[in-house]
């Protein structure tokens, strides 16, 4: 007989619940969760030697090991978040440091030029309004800053992020970012700009905030601060009960490689290089363009006054402004908008004005590049993942084209960046999803959107919350809001007391300061659960398994294009007297040739993959003479042929016909209907086995 859950609460149960209770706020009190120093703690996820003075943490309980019932492992994962921005930008833009071997009030002050009253915080006025002017002390006041809508101030102090960690966190994902016009632009610098530079800087120092903390648990390697470098790796960190830091970049030129006047400044040899690099420094994801257009990428433009200033940005770092064109699908680009941004606009050339856009035109002009598509397939070759936030829907378009080609799963969107409209091919190809750190009923409401994509797909959910990253964050839904988050509450995996955090002499409390720096993430998550309801939250700390789950899955990626190198033969072939348009060019594993038709209807293309094989997948890359209607057959001796796949809307680019896997030896792409003038003309035809 099984009793419902109001008639087990008897009175003596709820007695015991209440003396339980009360002990472990207590706990949540004590000495353990204030992050005094040497012994102050009595197991392993206790440090032995915490600095003195220093914030506490005010959470009390064992942060939780291990995996579920069925091997998974559990806990949220941030996957965007700016560790080390205080060191990019010219290294004065973000005021204060994670961490500091001079201490918490060496950590957390405010820059130089902001004393006495902040009158010289520019980057303040600019982002915040009013006059900039705020008290500039941090420790041990912190009467204006950290705070939810201050985008100058350091948020990711290490204890915070440490509160973060103990309140269920398991993944965090540190993203190396920078920008050269903008500390070239900014009043403020102790440094040079180069991006490049700054990246591998933020680098070295979450290296050492990893030594920093391994300090306090008693040696390299005890600290719960992990950097990793493979999903195995992360996966064996979570289960000691720690977190999982994974290095990424978001920069606007990587490798160098701006443009200026549509002219790349880079190469692939600049590419291959720098990805090297950036792999040995131990980064797994990348954006490929952020916030400019580059050497490789368009961008998903900025709005109103931000997008203006940043357009003024793109102007004096490519001498062209953004390019606006009508969409061709759904999915388009942030509108710009025509709002002023006069600080901004004084930085142009006398006579240069930026220019005004259609209402009807929301796609930028610029896709993903010859370059960029060389930088995505060294990516994938060293398997690492593609954020695709920031790219303009016609780069994005192209890059999803390219990673289902190749069932390539490492896709990200980290913060919320990306048409809505993608969200079901990202999650089809096994990439991940992590949304804005919204309000708590805003981030609610779009995470119940996509629910049933992610219950189809069995993905779990991320949050990005982008800290340091000039973003703002969720303010306080105020004390008198009839559902407010109650100090101290329990942690999502029911093992830790949560109370109010204290820094020096100030207490934060989501309810009314909001989401003011990192060590509020748990508090917020609490105030998604009170708003929201469990399921949210049930969906979120199912987030590192899926994390983990699209990074495991571009490690052991490995597919064999049967096509490569095969005999080929077609219909008809293009003569001309300075190149070869021959079958064999489709399968020479060379974009840079094409095998290309005579004008006229039916044509067609036949791959010999010299033996039977297992067929089920067959990809193919379209120069502009595409084919609007055309099957794709297959056969075990050439003769009899049996249609697979099939289409009467082709639209070129890079199309991938999937369908039940068969055996065949040869494979045919009839072309029934051009969709040009042209022939057909296909620069690659690849074979697959799935």
């Excluded at 998903?300 to 940043?310: K, N, V």
């Excluded at 697979?644 to 070129?652: C, F, H, L, P, R």
Aim: glycine residues 12%; hydrophobic residues 35%.
């Amino acid at each position: 007989m099984t009793l419902s859950r109001r008639s087990q609460r008897s009175p003596g149960r709820l007695r015991v619940l209440a003396v339980l209770s009360s002990l472990l706020t207590l706990l949540a009190l004590g000495p353990a969760s204030a992050g005094t120093p040497a012994g102050a703690g009595t197991g392993w996820w206790d440090p032995v030697a915490r600095p003195a003075p220093d914030s506490r943490v005010d959470v009390a309980g064992e942060p939780f090991k291990g995996t579920d019932s069925e091997g998974r492992v559990r806990g949220f994962v941030d996957a965007h978040d700016h560790l080390m921005s205080n060191e990019a930008f010219g290294g004065r833009l973000i005021c204060g440091k994670p961490f500091s071997e001079l201490g918490v009030a060496d950590a957390l002050k405010d820059c130089p030029e902001h004393y006495p009253d902040g009158s010289l915080a520019v980057f303040d006025f600019i982002t915040k309004g009013g006059d900039g002017r705020h008290d500039p002390n941090g420790w041990p006041t912190f009467k204006d800053w950290p705070a939810h809508d201050s985008l100058t101030h350091q948020q990711n102090y290490y204890a915070w992020v440490e509160r973060a960690w103990r309140g269920g966190q398991r993944v965090l994902v540190n993203d190396l970012v920078t920008n050269g016009v903008i500390c070239s632009v900014y009043f403020f610098k102790d440094r040079g700009c180069d991006e490049m530079t700054s990246i591998r800087l933020q680098a070295r120092k979450t290296y050492e905030m990893q030594a920093y903390v391994d300090r306090m648990y008693g040696g390299p390697g005890k600290g719960w601060f992990r950097i990793v470098t493979d999903s195995g790796q992360a996966r064996a960190v979570i289960e000691q009960g720690k977190m999982a830091v994974v290095l990424g970049v978001e920069t606007s030129e990587p490798f160098g490689c701006k443009q200026i006047l549509d002219v790349p400044q880079c190469d692939r040899a600049d590419i291959d290089r720098g990805l090297d690099e950036l792999h040995a420094l131990g980064v797994r994801s990348m954006f490929l363009c952020h916030k400019f257009d580059n050497a490789l990428c368009g961008v998903r433009f900025d709005s109103g006054t931000l997008g203006t200033a940043i357009n003024v940005g793109q102007f004096l770092s490519t001498g062209t402004f953004w390019k606006t064109e009508k969409c061709t699908g759904p999915q388009a680009d942030n509108p710009i908008g025509l709002a002023a941004a006069p600080e901004a606009e004084k930085k142009l050339p006398p006579g240069v004005t930026v220019p005004s856009y259609a209402a009807d035109a929301r796609c930028n002009t610029r896709g993903l590049t010859a370059l960029g598509e060389y930088a995505l397939r060294g990516m994938m070759q060293r398997k690492m993942m593609i954020e695709i936030d920031h790219m303009s829907v016609k780069a994005t378009g192209r890059v999803l084209d390219v990673l289902e080609s190749e069932s390539y799963p490492g896709v990200l969107s980290s913060h919320s960046w990306m048409d809505m409209d993608w969200t079901e091919r990202v999650y089809r190809l096994g990439g991940f999803i992590a949304q804005y750190m919204h309000g708590a009923e805003a981030f609610t409401a779009e995470a119940r959107r996509t629910d049933a994509l992610r219950e189809k797909y069995g993905a779990g959910y991320g949050y990005g919350t982008d800290m340091n990253g000039v973003g703002g964050w969720p303010a306080p839904r105020g004390a008198d809001t009839p559902n407010p988050v109650r100090y101290p509450f329990r942690s999502a995996d029911g093992g830790s007391f949560l109370d109010r955090q204290t820094t020096g002499e100030r207490t934060w409390d989501i309810n009314t300061d909001g989401a003011a720096h990192y060590g509020l993430v748990p508090d917020w998550l609490e105030d998604i659960r009170v708003t929201g309801g469990q399921d949210v939250i049930d969906d979120l700390f199912r987030g590192a398994e899926s994390y983990l789950a699209t990074w495991g899955g571009s490690e052991r990626h490995h597919v064999r294009n049967l096509a490569a190198g095969s005999s080929a033969s077609a219909s008809t072939s293009e003569w001309n007297p300075f190149t070869s348009y021959a079958p064999g060019r489709a399968v020479d594993g060379d974009p840079g040739t094409r095998w290309a038709s005579d004008w006229r209807d039916p044509q067609w293309l036949r791959v010999d993959l010299g033996a039977t094989h297992t067929v089920g997948r067959v990809t193919l890359d379209w120069e502009r003479a595409y084919g609007r209607a055309y099957r794709v057959e297959v056969s075990s001796d050439g003769t009899d042929w049996r249609t697979v796949w099939s289409t009467t809307a082709g639209d070129g680019g890079l199309d991938t016909a999937r369908f039940t896997a068969v055996p065949a030896r040869f494979v045919r792409v009839m072309g029934l209907e051009r969709g040009t003038g042209w022939g057909y003309s296909l620069r690659e035809v690849g074979v697959y086995g799935r």
